[in-house]
């Protein structure tokens, strides 16, 4: 079974730092199908990074995306205080259609 | 701006059947992939069903043969039609408009379907 292992549950840091939200696939994937989202409380999931390392419109850019074979990293430079919520890795195939990661909440310290 | 309206949704009974609605606007819903996806109180997302452009659909394993999805031109409106309710599709169900990559591009609002007796 192809899964998403989004790490670590819970990140707990302060405004200004910098966050590294990891996201692992069980097998290899073209960076070109993950993309990641922000959840905020009692909203929908918003589109943040596709293909993996591009910004959707109107994402600041203290959001980056890489990968570096089946490790994903979603990083925030300066975390603002709305930043401070849910981010979800996805991944989509013809076979597979779509994968979530269970998610990273980001938490102020 | 495109965006998506949903209704629908609520209370219903175990066995029951419940039919939820995504309106589109800016853009067609029977020129772009749709999809729904859900997501259980306090849980994370689950994909449930997708309508590709050329309308070829697809479900998540534990919806096939319960749920069905469609789109109406006329009304430029998603649906999803979900039948033999079980409790634990009880969630907030999300319709989205989806790039042929496979990103969510756009959301609906959300719906809270909460299946119990």
């Known amino acids: 079974e192809f899964v998403l292992t989004q790490s670590p549950g819970t990140l707990s840091l302060s405004p200004g730092e910098r966050a590294s939200l990891s996201c692992r696939a069980s097998?290899?994937?073209?960076?070109?199908?993950l993309a990641w989202y922000q959840q905020r409380p009692g909203q929908a999931p918003r589109l943040l990074m596709y293909?993996?390392?591009s910004r959707a419109i109107g994402i600041p850019d203290r959001f980056s995306g890489s990968e570096s074979g089946t490790d994903f990293t979603l990083t925030i430079s300066r975390l603002e205080p709305e930043d401070f919520v849910v981010y979800y890795c996805q991944h989509y195939d013809a076979s597979r259609k779509y994968t979530f990661g269970q998610g990273t909440k980001l938490e102020i310290k | 701006e495109a965006q998506l309206v949903q209704s629908g949704g609520g209370l219903v009974q175990p066995g029951g059947s419940q039919r939820l609605s995504c309106a589109a606007s800016?853009?067609?819903?029977?020129?772009?992939?749709m999809t729904w996806v859900r997501q259980a109180p306090g849980k994370g997302l689950e994909w449930v069903s997708i309508?590709?452009?050329?309308?070829?659909?697809d479900y998540e394993d534990s919806v096939k043969g319960r749920f069905s999805i469609s789109r109406d031109s006329s009304k430029n409106t998603l649906y999803l039609h979900m039948n033999s309710l079980r409790p634990d599709d009880t969630a907030v169900y999300f319709c989205?408009?989806?790039?042929?990559?496979?990103?969510?591009?756009?959301w609906g609002q959300g719906s809270l379907v909460i299946v119990s007796s």
């Open positions: 293909a993996a390392t």
């Open positions: 989205a408009r989806a790039s042929p990559r496979g990103w969510l591009l756009i």
């Open positions: 800016e853009f067609t819903v029977t020129g772009n992939h």
């Open positions: 309508t590709s452009a050329g309308g070829l659909t």
């Open positions: 097998e290899s994937i073209a960076g070109s199908t």
